[in-house]
């Protein structure tokens, strides 16, 4: 995924946190999971494990693109459109995915 995205870097820090790019968040940040049905978002860093990074890369979601939240009710789950397609989240994962209004 490097290779193709050579601004992107992996940087493990302990207590197992780890973040796709060393940029600042904007003080507006906030967890994926508290901005459901708030319209487009903008990725500014991933929290979780090595594993849990790299899946979200797998899957586009990077710092810096851009989702169109879908979220069905009581937001147990957040529903995001990404590069024309559909992921469902769990509520652990979208709480480590911080994003600013796009």
Known sequence: M???HPD???HCQKGGHCCLRKVPCPDDAMPLS???CRGRVRICRIRGD???CARMAHLGLLPGSE???ICPGRGNKCMVRVN???ISL???VAE???VTPA
Do not use: N
């Open 2 to 4: 490097t290779k193709k």
């Open 8 to 10: 992107v870097r992996f």
């Open 34 to 36: 508290k901005a459901c």
């Open 50 to 52: 090595r594993k849990t």
């Open 67 to 69: 989702l169109e939240l």
């Open 84 to 86: 024309g397609g559909t």
């Open 90 to 92: 769990d509520r652990p």
């Open 96 to 98: 480590g995915i911080l």
